[in-house]
């Protein structure tokens, strides 16, 4: 079975700054793809990321990057000049296997100081 | 990319009723999901859904409680029976994003049982 593990409850940073998201997984599957997405106060779950297992090179979207270590089954989301707006809970998630089911974190909340 | 939708978007129920809440997308799609988000929790798949057939459930969740209908490919209903207050949570629903193991998510519903 597959399992998904953020250790980082709560982080906060500064306006401008960066900051890194920390998520591990453990799987058994060889094709697979790993996941962040963002949920503000408004609930709506938003994509921000995703890379698959396959390919070496590191996703990025704008200010957003992973640093995905394979072998370590590690797969950080990093925020540069972070924003107001990017306030918000961060869930990790993998995707993989037959089903399309995703397998969530536990999530960061991460709050941007002005 | 998919345009989903729910209703209601929040409710406040008395213990011991029902509630059936709405998903809509815009587009056909051969599988949604359905997770529940409990308080300050992440998301967890409740059942999968697939127009003709029967909703496929995961551990921990039963048809009795959780009854799904899928009778097209761009509708679902989920409905929450007998609700305690351990059923206060955000319902979402969700539909694949075509080749790409990601998912679309709708905006929620809230739900407070009394």
């Known amino acids: 079975a597959q399992t998904v593990t953020q250790s980082q409850p709560e982080m906060s940073v500064q306006e401008a700054e960066t900051v890194t998201l920390s998520c591990t997984y453990d799987t058994s599957e060889s094709n697979y793809y790993l996941l962040w997405y963002k949920q503000p106060p408004s609930r709506q779950m938003i994509l921000v990321i995703r890379q698959e297992a396959y390919k070496q090179q590191n996703a990025t979207e704008n200010r957003f990057s992973v640093n995905f270590q394979k072998a370590a089954k590690s797969f950080s989301l990093k925020i540069s000049d972070s924003q107001l707006g990017d306030t918000a809970m961060y869930f990790c998630?993998?995707?993989?296997?037959?089903?399309?089911?995703?397998?969530f974190g536990t999530g960061t909340l991460l709050a941007v100081q002005p | 990319s998919a345009v989903i939708s729910q209703k209601p978007s929040r409710d406040i129920c008395q213990r011991g009723t029902s509630l059936t809440i709405q998903c809509q997308v815009d587009?056909?799609?051969?599988?949604m999901f359905w997770y529940r988000q409990q308080p300050g929790q992440s998301l967890t798949l409740i059942a999968t859904a697939n127009q003709g057939s029967e909703a496929t459930y995961e551990s921990g969740f039963v048809i009795d409680k959780f009854p799904i209908s899928r009778p097209n490919l761009t509708f679902s209903t989920l409905t929450v029976s007998n609700m305690s207050p351990e059923d206060s949570s955000i319902y979402l629903c969700s539909v694949p994003r075509a080749g790409q193991d990601t998912q679309y998510f709708g905006p929620g519903t809230r739900l407070t049982v009394l």
């Open positions: 998630a993998f995707s993989g296997g037959a089903t399309n089911k995703l397998i």
């Open positions: 587009s056909q799609v051969t599988m």
